[in-house]
T-cell receptor
Framework: AQSVTQLDSHVSVSEGTPVLLRCNYSSSYSPSLFWYVQHPNKGLQLLLK??????LVKGINGFEAEFKKSETSFHLTKPSAHMSDAAEYFC????????????FGKGTRLSVIA | SAVISQKPSRDICQRGTSLTIQCQVD?????MFWYRQQPGQSLTLIAT?????????ESGFVIDKFPISRPNLTFSTLTVSNMSPEDSSIYLC?????????FGPGTRLTVL
């Protein structure tokens, strides 16, 4: 069975410093992986996705993630945090085969300190 | 891509009543999904709704409590029946387009 683990429930960084949100997945097959962001009282927005193309994926707002099959990881990074990055981030895995649903991580809350 | 709208955006309801949430997509899609996000939690899939067939419910969710309609390829409704305070959550509609899944803005439900 597929699963995804977000290693930190809460990450706090200072504005202008790097962001690292960690995600590990378990899979017997090649998955599709996604990062979604949810700002307070807002819906889910797709940040970026990996679907078996380039292993380094660039997303919106300066975020990127690297798919590392050997480590079964898909960590989200950003070189310099901005106050507007404060939100909940979800790592998601899917196979998109048949009716296989998405599997969500528990989420990581990112706080950015001025 | 797909743009999804939901109605209502939020509601406050009395226990024992029912609320129907509408989901409209700007393009025709085969697969639509309904999720629940309880306070401070991640998303949990309630059911998958394909046009022309009965919805498929995940473990812990039943049709009597969460009936779903899917009359065409751009629209679906989810009803939360006989509500209790434990049903207070955000309910999100989602669709799959190509290799990406998109989410609506959610309906924030509070049950008193």
């Amino acid at each position: 069975a597929q699963s995804v683990t977000q290693l930190d429930s809460h990450v706090s960084v200072s504005e202008g410093t790097p962001v690292l949100l960690r995600c590990n997945y378990s899979s017997s097959y090649s998955p599709s992986l996604f990062w979604y962001v949810q700002h307070p009282n807002k819906g889910l927005q797709l940040l970026l996705k990996y679907t078996s193309a380039a292993t380094l994926v660039k997303g919106i707002n300066g975020f990127e993630a690297e798919f590392k099959k050997s480590e079964t990881s898909f960590h989200l990074t950003k070189p310099s945090a901005h106050m507007s990055d404060a939100a909940e981030y979800f790592c998601v895995v899917s196979y998109f085969s048949g009716n296989t649903p998405l599997v969500f991580g528990k989420g990581t809350r990112l706080s950015v300190i001025a | 891509s797909a743009v999804i709208s939901q109605k209502p955006s939020r509601d406050i309801c009395q226990r024992g009543t029912s609320l129907t949430i509408q989901c409209q997509v700007d393009s025709q899609v085969t697969m639509m999904f309904w999720y629940r996000q309880q306070p401070g939690q991640s998303l949990t899939l309630i059911a998958t709704a394909n046009q022309g067939s009965e919805a498929t419910y995940e473990s812990g969710f039943v049709i009597d409590k969460f009936p779903i309609s899917r009359p065409n390829l751009t629209f679906s409704t989810l009803t939360v029946s006989n509500m209790s305070p434990e049903d207070s959550s955000i309910y999100l509609c989602s669709v799959r387009a190509g290799d990406t899944q998109y989410f609506g803005p959610g309906t924030r439900l509070t049950v008193l």
